[in-house]
T-cell receptor, first 112, second 112 residues
Framework: DQQVKQNSPSLSVQEGRISILNCDYT??????FLWYKKYPAEGPTFLISISSIKDKNEDGRFTVFLNKSAKHLSLHIVPSQPGDSAVYFCAAISGNFNKFYFGSGTKLNVKP | KAGVTQTPRYLIKTRGQQVTLSCSPISGHRSVSWYQQTPGQGLQFLFEYFSETQRNKGNFPGRFSGRQFSNSRSEMNVSTLELGDSALYLCASTRDRDGEQYFGPGTRLTVT
């Protein structure tokens, strides 16, 4: 039973527009969430994170929003660039920071 | 400083064989986690080692095992390989308990 779900396997966005990637989770005890980006033939790289005590974290073009009541988080990329084309994974961390629960990923394609 | 390295990068085995994968963490990182990535399941946590001790374990059968050496290098072993074990195996290292995970490039295992 997946505790972290990314229901959209793919997303296509025009360059310059906003990309919104969504993630849902089931365990209200998660207290830290992360987004990773993965290019083909490479391992995932950390992108941005958010603690459960916050509802928003911003880093340049990337903003993560957390809605604890809905158990939902989203990653906004504004403006989207062709180099952002990759697979994006959201992840949740259990309370002891040892175990990461990952979603199945969303493939983002930013068209020039 | 050098990133996380994994060897080999690609491996082809037949059913019933066993395989050992190696991971060298970033210098100074003492925690190493292993993940399996498949197209349908996303990233699934296998186990985590810290200071030569398995600290956490995912829901994988006993055919999957690992160990960590005093220099923090880690190995993962899969015995009696099955076709379903074909996947990208990623390891990640972390400096401390609430640090970000840095992933290696992965080992692509194909079981025929």
């Amino acid at each position: 039973d997946q505790q972290v779900k990314q229901n959209s396997p793919s997303l296509s966005v025009q360059e310059g527009r906003i990309s919104i990637l969504n993630c849902d989770y089931t365990n209200s005890m998660f207290d830290y969430f992360l987004w990773y980006k993965k290019y083909p033939a490479e391992g995932p790289t950390f992108l941005i994170s958010i603690s459960s005590i916050k509802d928003k974290n911003e880093d340049g073009r990337f903003t993560v929003f957390l809605n604890k009541s809905a158990k939902h988080l989203s990653l906004h990329i504004v403006p989207s660039q062709p180099g952002d084309s990759a697979v994006y994974f959201c992840a949740a961390i259990s309370g002891n920071f040892n175990k990461f629960y990952f979603g199945s990923g969303t493939k983002l394609n930013v068209k020039p | 400083k050098a990133g996380v390295t994994q060897t080999p990068r690609y491996l082809i085995k037949t059913r019933g064989q066993q395989v050992t994968l190696s991971c060298s963490p970033i210098s100074g990182h003492r925690s190493v986690s292993w993940y399996q990535q498949t197209p349908g399941q996303g990233l699934q946590f296998l186990f985590e080692y810290f200071s030569e001790t398995q600290r956490n374990k995912g829901n994988f059968p006993g055919r999957f095992s690992g160990r960590q050496f005093s220099n923090s290098r880690s190995e993962m072993n899969v015995s009696t390989l099955e076709l379903g074990d074909s996947a990208l195996y990623l390891c990640a290292s972390t400096r401390d308990r609430d640090g970000e995970q840095y992933f290696g490039p992965g080992t692509r295992l194909t079981v025929t």
